[in-house]
């Protein structure tokens, strides 16, 4: 007889479950966020993408001069090894961008100057290089799927300008610029979020950082996470007109199905990333695109918290700002990685302090004593 008694409560979604302590952000249930202690609202406005990339791997804000380094690194590590390049020029340019930058990232790993060296100043320069990495190889997916030239980095421009000039071939103005400092930052991290957790996961193992970040965005790719934005983006240009919001939202509601950009497990309130969307998206109103979408977003808000008394979440103004950058809806995901890779790999480094294998057990609810029978007597 097998002893099947030790039965554990399951705790379905792992919902509520603290798998583990962190120093590096907090989601706070009542609408805040923060990253090492800081509230994202005082940082949005007020400090760049990189400064937030070096807080998180490095639990501290750099100073001037260490900020100037660490830019002039990033953009000198953009640059891809060239048989990166020549992989995703070949890739069929009928996969999803998601899946060629999974497979680039994995492949990143092969070419990994340092690949034996595991100490924790290794570990850091390898976050860096994929913070800087990671948005070159989706501008080169989107470059090659295009048919036009890959640009490389260049040293007089900063890192989002870089990330612009690389995805679009043209040099973005100011405003473009910020926009997408912003849109990084508070993408950056989001405490033990599905994707961070399965790079906790994999380098609880000791595994390298490329396969942690790799099973990441494998993890970040699904509707019910990183890839909920593009689904948006897919809701709003089947609605049509604005006038058809309302039939078209009740209708799905009536199916029980789930509005895309909207819920989330731990917010109880509106995720204090919206707000910062929303205000992003509002001041790019005056383009023709980005106010029809804007009016769409805001009478579905209105009818989705009527209904359900939930609210939007990071996806659903990301997606129209995003598109107002030019992006293409099958990178809006791709885009999410370029700064979530801040975080993941400042959790793969926190990962490898804890030292602990992450495995938990389950309920096994099969059947027992079965009586085997050999294949030929099938
Ligand atoms: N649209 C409609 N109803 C929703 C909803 C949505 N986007 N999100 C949650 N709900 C409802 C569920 O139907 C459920 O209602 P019920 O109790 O009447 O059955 C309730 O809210 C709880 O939802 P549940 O799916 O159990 O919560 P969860 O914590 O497991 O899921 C998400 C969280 C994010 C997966 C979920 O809200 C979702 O699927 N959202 C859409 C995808 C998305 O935007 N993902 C990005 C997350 S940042």
Known sequence: MINNERERMVVRGLKDVAAAETRISYVDPMGHLYYLGYDIDDLVGNVTYPEVAFLLVHKRFPNRSELDTFCDTLISEMELPEEVLT??????????????????????????????????????????????????????????????PLFRPRKDFNFAENFLYMFEGSHPNDKETEVLHRVMILHADHGFNASTFAARVTASTNSDMYSAVTTAIGTLKGPLHGGA????????????????????????????????????????????RAKHLRDIVENLCHRERTMDLYNKCLKIEGIVHERKNIYPNLDFYAAVAMDALGVPKEFFTPFFCSSRISGWAAHVIEQYEDAVLLRPSSNYVGEFGRYFVPIENR
């Open 87 to 148: 992989c995703i020029r070949s890739t069929p340019k009928t996969c999803h961008p998601m899946d060629v930058l999974r497979t680039e990232v994995s492949r990143l790993g092969q070419f990994d100057p340092e690949r034996n060296d595991r100490s924790d100043e290794a570990n850091i320069r390898r976050a860096t290089r994929l913070i800087a990495q990671v948005p070159t190889i989706v501008a080169a997916i989107h470059r090659s799927r295009q048919g036009v």
């Open 229 to 272: 934005s593009e689904k948006v983006m897919e809701m709003l240009d089947d609605i049509g007109l604005e006038e058809e919001v309302e039939e078209y939202i009740q209708g799905l509601l009536d199916d029980r199905k789930k509005i895309m950009g909207f819920g989330h497990r731990v917010y109880k309130v509106e995720d204090p």
